[in-house]
């Protein structure tokens, strides 16, 4: 648990910072709500409080709790929109409205959407749900049997309710919606299911279907038009949908949109990842399996692809590219370029072009070797021919793992020291591959998978990153595997939560650990920060150990298994002597 | 008892064990046409004592090493596999351990595999022929270490290296078979 402190942000040291600021435009000025889960449309997570400091924060105290009375896997945020706090459950995603302004945060009201029993058994990994958002008056969520639904966020009452996802086919929805130039955008999940990935945009006054993207087949049914103008080669062709799978396998061929999107309102442009291609097992799928694992930039207002870039193609290890997306604006070469920052599943810390998604750098966060690097010339991932799985074969020690070197839980980015702070893990993996049977409704994998911690024996890390000089300016390793989105405040400090409970605030400048508190169950859900209706600053984090990584947990699983929660309990047999369920939110403040 | 007597016994003994582990099903009829799966009552009866009758012909799946090995095979095509891993579980609930929340007798088990189960468990009816369902199910049993040793595989059929099930120990069924009985 030693940070390694190394250089202190020297470069760009006039500024402080390494160069690097929120994208202009879609970063507006802090107003101490926290109204979507990124924060901005930049998906920063970054709040421009800066009452607690690393001077003060030995201080923070706990203001108040909150049992939300469910004991699944909590990922999601709170949000706070003047004086009201909203959180979302995992199954049964029941919506809570709690008062700010009264002593202790009263519930205002509660809302139960009581989605299907059975789309728990669809849910790949754990029945989690990553976030609401908050617009107009309106609070829209998601639900794990599909459906999006718009709330009076004062009233709590339904305001429409679109059902989208198809649980009989293996659809489940876990991603947070993004609400952006009057869409309320939404994808599905269960790449695991041989479902077929799709984003879809509804109109956020009626509910109704705006337009609706799929991630493989013709170039129609994926909203490729004249507009798409990918960077490189390999992505320009008619129907690669199709042709880069063998005959309709596409229909069932994965793609999926479970992470997260962002939103460049002067380009109208959204930009999101799309998840692996199914069957795990990638020798039934010889082909780049277009348009899985890679980012799509998309028009907003009428869904059409500008670009697309493939992070992993024909993926071999279910490294989804639904990874947060950073939107930021930094000299590159000596020139300022609006650009992406991407620290993706397959291990590689990617700055892409906004405009034209072209890889300006790329360079390795975390331990790979089942690549050797990405061709700048043609942007692609050279994978390492020993590490490839084998049908009948067992491949030891693929790095990243399944997970990757990051999954879901996203970084975050402040903008005074232009810094990226990434929590994510350290495993790898053994892989044995046979054939995939497709079953509607049932897993579509064909690979048994044992994970365990990666070099240094730690499974978790969290990581400084000058996106700008593409090197780590330190990292603090965890234990156990960190699977809790990071928060970052103008104070100078990060917060995260490990999955044994301990929620932590880090100095910005060196990684030390400064203060630390035990929650009641360990933590995978997203801090925030916001102001209180006094004026304060207030940090909020929910407990709720879980997800893919404490599958072990919510579901009780066996650890004699080691290939059981597709291969997570392989590196996570000694959680349940660590922490057990639960599902509270805690909210802290400083003395006042 | 002299020598050579006690080891004709024991060569009968051993001899009747192994043709039970052994016997292969060729003919058309399975073990269980007769025996539907899905049709035994849950835990509780309305009106008193649950009336559960033990049918020795699901039990004879149990102890024989080919419906058995079938059993593994099904589980794995089936993508079993894919929700319950190799008995640990995962979208699905652990299938190794002490804990059976519909009932770890073979008739429930193959209950749950054609019913399905409310929170997830999809139905197979119609996918799986009764006689396959019945080896699914002992194949189930199988991973709690209900059989006997001798008709269990002593190798994992996964590539990813679970223990053989010869080393693995017999779980107690919870809630328990017997007072059910």
Same mark, same amino acid.
């Given at each position: 648990?030693?940070?390694?402190?190394?250089?202190?942000?020297?470069?760009?040291?006039?500024?402080?910072?390494?160069?690097?600021?929120?994208?202009?435009?879609?970063?507006?000025?802090?107003?101490?709500?926290?109204?979507?889960?990124?924060?901005?449309?930049?998906?920063?997570?970054?709040?421009?409080?800066?009452?607690?400091?690393?001077?003060?924060?030995?201080?923070?105290?706990?203001?108040?709790?909150?049992?939300?009375?469910?004991?699944?896997?909590?990922?999601?945020?709170?949000?706070?929109?003047?004086?009201?706090?909203?959180?979302?459950?995992?199954?049964?995603?029941?919506?809570? =409205?709690?008062?700010?302004?009264?002593?202790? =945060?009263?519930?205002?009201?509660?809302?139960?959407?009581?989605?299907?029993?059975?789309?728990?058994?669809?849910?790949?990994?754990?029945?989690?749900?990553?976030?609401?958002?908050?617009?107009?008056?309106?609070?829209?969520?998601?639900?794990?049997?599909?459906?999006?639904?718009?709330?009076?966020?004062?009233?709590?009452?339904?305001?429409?309710?679109?059902?989208?996802?198809?649980?009989?086919?293996?659809?489940?929805?876990?991603?947070?919606?993004?609400?952006?130039?009057?869409?309320?955008?939404?994808?599905?999940?269960?790449?695991?299911?041989?479902?077929?990935?799709?984003?879809?945009?509804?109109?956020?006054?009626?509910?109704?279907?705006?337009?609706?993207?799929?991630?493989?087949?013709?170039?129609?049914?994926?909203?490729?038009?004249?507009?798409?103008?990918?960077?490189?080669?390999?992505?320009?062709?008619?129907?690669?949908?199709?042709?880069?799978?063998?005959?309709?396998?596409?229909?069932?061929?994965?793609?999926?949109?479970?992470?997260?999107?962002?939103?460049?309102?002067?380009?109208?442009?959204?930009?999101?990842?799309?998840?692996?291609?199914?069957?795990?097992?990638?020798?039934?799928?010889?082909?780049?399996?277009?348009?899985?694992?890679?980012?799509?930039?998309?028009?907003?207002?009428?869904?059409?692809?500008?670009?697309?870039?493939?992070?992993?193609?024909?993926?071999?290890?279910?490294?989804?590219?639904?990874?947060?997306?950073?939107?930021?604006?930094?000299?590159?070469?000596?020139?300022?370029?609006?650009?992406?920052?991407?620290?993706?599943?397959?291990?590689?810390?990617?700055?892409?072009?906004?405009?034209?998604?072209?890889?300006?750098?790329?360079?390795?966060?975390?331990?790979?070797?089942?690549?050797?690097?990405?061709?700048?010339?043609?942007?692609?991932?050279?994978?390492?021919?020993?590490?490839?799985?084998?049908?009948?074969?067992?491949?030891?020690?693929?790095?990243?793992?399944?997970?990757?070197?990051?999954?879901?839980?996203?970084?975050?980015?402040?903008?005074?020291?232009?810094?990226?702070?990434?929590?994510?893990?350290?495993?790898?993996?053994?892989?044995?591959?046979?054939?995939?049977?497709?079953?509607?409704?049932?897993?579509?994998?064909?690979?048994?998978?044992?994970?365990?911690?990666?070099?240094?024996?730690?499974?978790?890390?969290?990581?400084?990153?000058?996106?700008?000089?593409?090197?780590?300016?330190?990292?603090?390793?965890?234990?156990?595997?960190?699977?809790?989105?990071?928060?970052?405040?103008?104070?100078?400090?990060?917060?995260?939560?490990?999955?044994?409970?301990?929620?932590?605030?880090?100095?910005?400048?060196?990684?030390?650990?400064?203060?630390?508190?035990?929650?009641?169950?360990?933590?995978?859900?997203?801090?925030?920060?916001?102001?209180?209706?006094?004026?304060?600053?207030?940090?909020?984090?929910?407990?709720?150990?879980?997800?893919? =990584?404490?599958?072990?947990?919510?579901?009780?699983?066996?650890?004699?298994?080691?290939?059981?929660?597709?291969?997570?309990?392989?590196?996570?047999?000694?959680?349940?002597?660590?922490?057990?369920?639960?599902?509270?939110?805690?909210?802290?403040?400083?003395?006042? | 008892?002299?020598?050579?007597?006690?080891?004709?016994?024991?060569?009968?003994?051993?001899?009747?064990?192994?043709?039970?582990?052994?016997?292969?099903?060729?003919?058309?009829?399975?073990?269980?046409?007769?025996?539907?799966?899905?049709?035994?009552?849950?835990?509780?009866?309305?009106?008193?004592?649950?009336?559960?009758?033990?049918?020795?012909?699901?039990?004879?799946?149990?102890?024989?090493?080919? /419906?058995? /090995?079938?059993?593994?095979?099904?589980?794995?095509?089936?993508?079993?596999?894919?929700?319950?891993?190799?008995?640990?579980?995962?979208?699905?609930? /652990?299938?190794?351990?002490?804990?059976?929340?519909?009932?770890?007798?073979?008739?429930?088990?193959?209950?749950?595999?054609?019913?399905?189960?409310?929170?997830?468990?999809?139905?197979?009816?119609?996918?799986?022929?009764?006689?396959?369902?019945?080896?699914? /199910?002992?194949?189930?049993?199988?991973?709690?270490?209900?059989?006997?040793?001798?008709?269990?595989?002593?190798?994992?059929?996964?590539?990813?290296?679970?223990?053989?099930?010869?080393?693995?120990?017999?779980?107690?069924?919870?809630?328990?078979?017997?007072?059910?009985?």
């Amino acid at each position: 648990m030693v940070a390694s402190a190394l250089l202190a942000l020297q470069p760009g040291a006039a500024t402080g910072q390494t160069g690097a600021r929120s994208a202009a435009g879609a970063a507006p000025a802090d107003n101490g709500n926290w109204e979507m889960p990124g924060k901005t449309y930049a998906s920063t997570r970054f709040s421009a409080m800066r009452e607690i400091t690393p001077g003060n924060v030995n201080q923070l105290k706990v203001a108040f709790t909150f049992s939300d009375g469910t004991n699944k896997g909590h990922e999601a945020p709170p949000l706070v929109v003047g004086g009201t706090m909203y959180i979302v459950t995992p199954f049964p995603n029941i919506v809570t =409205a709690l008062d700010l302004t009264k002593p202790g =945060a009263p519930a205002k009201w509660t809302f139960k959407p009581k989605p299907l029993a059975a789309s728990q058994g669809v849910a790949c990994c754990d029945v989690v749900n990553r976030g609401l958002a908050y617009d107009g008056g309106r609070i829209f969520m998601n639900t794990l049997d599909g459906q999006t639904i718009a709330l009076d966020a004062k009233s709590g009452k339904a305001i429409w309710r679109t059902q989208l996802g198809n649980i009989a086919r293996g659809e489940t929805v876990t991603m947070a919606p993004l609400v952006a130039g009057g869409k309320v955008l939404v994808g599905n999940s269960g790449g695991e299911m041989g479902v077929r990935g799709w984003i879809a945009a509804l109109d956020a006054g009626s509910g109704k279907l705006a337009w609706k993207a799929y991630h493989t087949g013709p170039d129609k049914d994926v909203l490729i038009g004249p507009n798409f103008h990918p960077f490189y080669a390999s992505d320009r062709g008619k129907d690669l949908g199709v042709k880069t799978w063998p005959p309709n396998a596409w229909k069932i061929g994965g793609g999926t949109v479970w992470g997260w999107i962002s939103y460049d309102p002067k380009l109208g442009m959204i930009y999101y990842g799309t998840g692996n291609p199914g069957p795990w097992n990638a020798e039934q799928r010889p082909g780049d399996n277009k348009w899985s694992s890679g980012v799509f930039a998309r028009d907003v207002a009428t869904g059409q692809a500008r670009w697309y870039y493939q992070s992993s193609p024909h993926d071999l290890f279910d490294h989804d590219d639904i990874n947060e997306i950073i939107l930021a604006d930094m000299p590159v070469g000596g020139r300022m370029r609006q650009v992406l920052l991407r620290p993706a599943r397959n291990g590689y810390f990617y700055v892409h072009d906004r405009l034209t998604g072209q890889v300006l750098t790329v360079a390795p966060y975390g331990f790979i070797n089942s690549a050797t690097g990405v061709d700048l010339r043609t942007g692609r991932l050279q994978p390492n021919k020993a590490k490839e799985p084998h049908q009948g074969k067992v491949v030891r020690g693929i790095c990243p793992a399944a997970p990757g070197a990051k999954d879901w839980n996203p970084s975050a980015f402040s903008p005074i020291t232009g810094v990226v702070y990434i929590p994510h893990i350290n495993l790898c993996m053994d892989e044995g591959a046979s054939q995939a049977n497709y079953i509607a409704g049932t897993p579509f994998l064909g690979m048994d998978v044992k994970m365990y911690a990666g070099p240094g024996g730690n499974r978790g890390v969290f990581t400084a990153w000058d996106p700008v000089h593409q090197r780590k300016l330190w990292e603090k390793t965890e234990n156990l595997p960190l699977w809790s989105p990071a928060l970052a405040t103008a104070g100078g400090l990060v917060f995260y939560g490990t999955m044994d409970g301990w929620f932590k605030a880090l100095d910005q400048r060196n990684g030390r650990e400064l203060w630390w508190f035990k929650t009641g169950s360990g933590i995978i859900g997203q801090p925030i920060s916001y102001r209180g209706p006094d004026g304060h600053q207030y940090v909020a984090v929910m407990d709720g150990v879980g997800g893919w =990584a404490g599958a072990i947990i919510v579901g009780q699983l066996d650890a004699r298994d080691p290939t059981g929660a597709l291969g997570f309990l392989g590196a996570t047999k000694d959680l349940p002597s660590k922490t057990s369920k639960g599902g509270t939110l805690y909210v802290f403040a400083l003395p006042h | 008892m002299s020598s050579p007597y006690r080891t004709s016994v024991i060569v009968a003994l051993v001899l009747l064990t192994a043709c039970r582990r052994e016997q292969r099903k060729t003919e058309d009829k399975s073990f269980a046409t007769t025996v539907p799966a899905g049709t035994q009552p849950g835990l509780l009866v309305a009106g008193g004592q649950l009336a559960f009758k033990p049918d020795p012909k699901q039990a004879a799946y149990e102890h024989n090493a080919n /419906a058995l /090995a079938e059993g593994q095979r099904l589980f794995s095509w089936m993508n079993c596999v894919g929700c319950h891993s190799h008995g640990g579980g995962g979208m699905g609930p /652990a299938l190794m351990d002490d804990e059976w929340r519909y009932g770890g007798r073979i008739d429930q088990i193959a209950a749950t595999i054609v019913e399905g189960r409310p929170n997830g468990m999809p139905s197979f009816r119609g996918k799986l022929t009764d006689d396959q369902v019945w080896k699914v /199910a002992a194949y189930v049993r199988s991973l709690s270490g209900q059989p006997t040793k001798d008709v269990v595989s002593s190798r994992a059929d996964e590539l990813s290296g679970t223990p053989p099930q010869t080393l693995e120990k017999r779980e107690p069924v919870h809630p328990a078979e017997s007072t059910l009985q």
